[in-house]
């Protein structure tokens, strides 16, 4: 071969590669927008949730209160009465049945929020207000075009009635969409339109703090022991493997640990972003062991030269120059540790965060459910109206992961520019 | 001959250093006067840099070396067992091959030394300690407006220079330069060389140079070191004009090495 | 003088040749010398005009050597033996210019002398002349073979020749008393002698920077002065 066909043959495999290598990002982006798609168009549907307006008339006759009309006395008179009368007054029924029906087209928890409102404007006793009501999973996922109408009614879960109303409705400009708070605010339902995620999110912030507080200080602490202080044999040798080897075991088997030592033999609550954040936190702590070890190792011999030639100890080297300047790896590395951790579903069911909480959880030892977990136990309910809470959580997931990321990235440029 | 009237600052008696297995230094005698520039002469790898490394005892850090051997500093033996390294290397400076200044500012990088030391109670008196060292490094002027400025953004020669004001920060009385020009442009070089011409009336100087030139210009002593031994030690005038050793003389003829 | 050569093998050959264009330059010395002294002897008038001419070659090479010289300081920065040849060459090529000269104005003196010289005036000039010859050449043998010990036997003999010029000086004296007429001639012999004396003074120089240049140290003392003329 001539020496310009050998160059040729160079740059050919150097274009070639080139290719392979776009193609293979083209295809990634190309897998991972798809993605992006096919949750974002579930999802987003999950953000808004259908109302209804009634005139809702706040007789005050009808709340039973004994003497005067005080906040207290209509913090503690009962709606539900109000509410009905007020509800039924929209379309004529004929009989109980066709009541029950008008009555199914709203959202159990109608009445809270007919009190609500009143407990706000207590002034408007007596008066009536126009309010928009929640309406119940099966009108809030017809209007939002999930359930097709041209089925027999027996396989509907909309009557022709309710169907009849509904039309009505909608021509009467009664239908509506508001931003769905509720989604943020409440924790999990059997009722998806009042559904939320207030309480896994509260469960996952708890966990990870608590994972946090406590990987993160030991696996700095035992990573620079190791790297810096500790003697180089066999034992350290020994530590270094296991501790590689820790980082790789499923995460379940963590869940395992949990359950077995936490759980069974020291007894702490079940459930809770306490047992999650130790479980995590066992699984987390080789996560940043490896990378700060690998940032410290990354220091140039040189500053600790220097630093040991102007006097400084080996202490103060250590934790004066060689810390400092491994922070930006050693941050990237625990953020990803604790994204991975947020993310984690397995040994969290383990440990119990399946159950069905609906209160927000107050403090680290109430129980409650994860994001993942609330996205696992969500996928598996029947109704529609799940689908799209299920698809809104994984979007959440994704958008707090993508912000980790970012944070990790802000804060390893910000470090490095002190290097620099 | 002008040797004879200088005091003795170091002084190293049948000085050995193994590294594992391996002998780097056989029985090293040597002498280092006081407020005086001795330089090190010899061919890569005959232990030039290991011997002014334990001066300082910064071989310390690394696992494998072993000191055997006397080294004396004023009289004080500092391999024993009851010396504070910390507290020696207040006292010994040193100026590295590749300038090494810490990554934070200018003025950060004069203070940490007099710091970790506590040789600066009061901000101005630090103030005072950062602007003494930078003059007497020949770099003040060119630096006082941005004593802010991370010590990485000056030129490989102002680092140097500065990495010599961080050495004498701390008030050291002697000052370790293992070949500190070898990175360094000729101009830069020849500051430096200006620069050890001063520090010599107050300090007493080691250096390791590669450069016969640099060693006959800065320097008032010299030994030759050659496979871990001293071959030939006397003043620089002897050794550079009419050495009594032939290996010396062919080491610094370029005969061999 | 050292062992093994230099690891850069042009410097070797420059100091090499710079070694041979002294040597070179001190064999033509030697042969202006021998020929201007010869001419006086034998009052030889025809071989002045040859003896001046071939002192041109002489100067050349110092010139070539004073070049070699400047090239090897600028680019070598000789240590050591190889700084003390590279100076005491050039202070050897200056002595052997300098010598070559005194031969040139030796010649010169010829071509106004008679041929009836008496015999003592003539053979005490032969002596002092053979004399500084055979140091000459003594010298720079001593400047091949690197002889320390010859370097200083000659640079004692100095006195011998001091000596010997007193005794040529003498018989000039003589020559001018036994007739004033001689007074020019007597004049001309007298330069004759001096000149030999002081090519004998710059063959010691030689022989000094020589010693120093193997030593690396300067011969002790003054140098051995032979007795001063009786008036």
Not at chain 1, 108 to 125: A, G, Q, T
Request: proline letters at 4%; glycine letters at 6%; a neutral charge.
């Amino acid at each position: 071969m001539t020496k310009e066909e050998r160059l040729k043959k160079r740059y050919n495999s150097e274009k070639r590669f080139k290719f392979y290598g776009i193609l293979s990002v083209s295809l990634a982006m190309i897998f991972v927008l798809v993605l992006i798609q096919n949750i974002v168009s579930k999802g987003s549907s999950a953000f808004s949730r259908t109302t209804i307006e009634v005139d809702v008339i706040y007789d005050a006759n009808l709340l039973e209160i004994e003497g005067p009309i005080t906040k207290e006395a209509l913090n503690n008179a009962e709606f539900y009465d109000l509410s009905v009368e007020s509800i039924l007054k929209i379309f004529p029924s004929q009989n109980a049945k066709e009541e029950r029906q008008v009555l199914r087209l709203f959202s159990p928890d109608f009445e809270y929020e007919v009190k609500r409102v009143l407990s706000k404007k207590p002034n408007k006793i007596n008066d009536i207000v126009p309010i928009r009501l929640t309406a119940s999973d099966d009108v809030d996922q017809l209007n939002k075009g999930n359930f097709p109408r041209d089925l027999p009614e027996d396989r509907r879960r909309v009557s022709n009635f309710q169907l009849n109303i509904y039309d009505n409705l909608v021509e009467q400009d009664k239908i509506g969409k508001k931003f769905n708070d509720y989604f943020f605010t409440k924790g999990d339902s059997r009722d998806p339109e009042l559904a939320g995620i207030g309480g896994s999110l509260m469960g996952s912030f708890f966990t990870i703090v608590i994972c946090l507080i406590l990987s993160f200080p030991i696996a700095i602490m035992a990573s620079i022991y190791l790297e810096e202080f500790a003697p180089k044999n066999k034992i350290t040798d020994f530590i270094e493997i296991n501790i590689n080897n820790l980082a790789a075991v499923p995460s379940i088997v963590y869940g395992l640990l949990g359950l077995g030592i936490l759980l069974s033999v020291m007894e702490f609550p079940r459930s809770t972003p306490l047992v999650a954040g130790i479980t995590l936190s066992l699984m987390t702590l080789p996560r940043i062991i490896i990378p700060c070890r690998a940032s410290l190792k990354a220091v140039p011999p040189s500053i600790r030269e220097a630093a040991l030639s102007v006097g400084a100890s080996k202490f103060q080297t250590v934790f004066h120059h060689v810390v400092p300047l491994a922070m930006p790896g050693t941050l990237s590395g625990t953020i990803i540790g604790l994204a991975q951790a947020l993310g984690e579903t397995a040994p969290l069911i383990l440990i119990g965060m399946v159950a069905f909480v609906v209160d927000i959880p107050g403090t680290p030892v109430d129980p409650s459910a994860s994001l993942p977990v609330q996205v696992f136990l969500w996928s598996e309910q029947a109704e529609r109206g799940f689908v799209e809470k299920t698809s809104a959580t994984i979007m959440m997931l994704l958008g707090f992961l993508i912000v980790m990321n970012f944070i990790a990235v802000y804060l390893r440029q910000k470090f490095e520019k002190k290097w620099n | 001959m002008e040797l004879e009237n200088k005091k003795i600052k170091i002084q190293a008696k049948n000085l050995n250093v193994y590294y594992g297995a391996k002998q780097a230094l056989f029985n090293i005698n040597l002498e280092i006067n006081q407020k005086e520039v001795t330089a090190l002469i010899g061919p890569s790898g005959c232990g030039k840099s290991t011997f002014i490394r334990c001066i300082n005892r910064m071989n310390d850090v690394i696992d494998i070396c072993k000191v055997d051997g006397s080294i004396e500093i004023d009289g004080s033996e500092i391999n024993d067992k009851k010396v504070d390294v910390v507290m020696l290397r207040e006292k010994i400076g040193m100026v590295f091959q590749k300038p090494n200044p810490f990554p934070k500012s200018i003025y950060d990088n004069i203070a940490y030394g007099p710091i970790i030391h506590g040789l600066a109670e009061e901000k101005n008196q630090m103030d005072n300690i950062v602007e003494t060292s930078l003059k007497k490094a020949a770099l003040w002027d060119e630096v006082k407006d941005r004593l802010d400025e991370p010590g990485t953004s000056l030129s490989g020669g102002q680092q140097q220079r500065l990495c010599i004001a961080r050495a004498l920060s701390v008030s050291p009385e002697v000052i370790l330069m293992d070949e500190p020009c070898s990175a360094l442009d000729p101009i830069a070089t020849a500051k430096i060389e200006e620069l050890i011409d001063e520090l010599k009336k107050s300090y007493t100087i080691v250096i390791v140079t590669h450069s016969m030139a640099q060693a006959v210009r800065v320097s008032q002593k010299t030994g030759f070191f050659h496979m871990g031994k001293i071959i030939e030690v006397d003043s620089t005038d002897k050794i550079f004009k009419n050495p009594s050793n032939k290996m010396t003389q062919d080491y610094i003829t370029g005969r061999f090495g | 003088m050292a062992g093994t050569g230099h690891t850069v093998k042009s410097y070797e050959e420059e100091m090499q040749s710079l070694n041979d264009n002294l040597v070179k330059m001190g064999s033509l010395t030697e042969t202006q010398i021998a020929d201007a002294m010869a001419a006086v002897i034998k009052v030889d008038k025809d071989s002045v005009d040859k003896i001046v001419k071939n002192d041109g070659s002489i100067n050349e090479l110092r010139s070539i050597i004073d070049e070699q010289i400047t090239t090897v300081l600028v680019k070598r920065a000789p240590m050591a033996v190889d700084l003390r040849i590279t100076i005491s060459t050039m202070k050897i090529s200056h002595d052997l210019e300098r010598i070559g000269d005194l031969a040139k104005s030796i010649a010169k003196k010829v071509k106004p002398l008679p041929i009836d010289l008496p015999d003592e005036l003539v053979g005490s000039l032969r002596r002092l002349g053979d004399l500084v010859q055979k140091q000459l050449k003594e010298v720079l043998d001593a400047y091949l073979n690197k002889s320390k010990d010859k370097s200083i036997e000659i640079w004692r003999k100095d006195e011998q020749v001091d000596d010997l010029t007193n005794l040529a000086m003498n018989e000039v004296a003589n020559y001018l008393q036994s007739d004033k007429k001689n007074l020019e001639i007597a004049t001309h012999l007298l330069f004759v002698t001096k000149n030999i004396e002081r090519a004998g003074d710059h063959i010691t120089n030689i022989a000094e920077s020589l010693y120093y240049l193997i030593e690396g140290e300067y011969l002790e003392g003054a140098r051995p002065k032979g007795k001063p003329i009786d008036s």
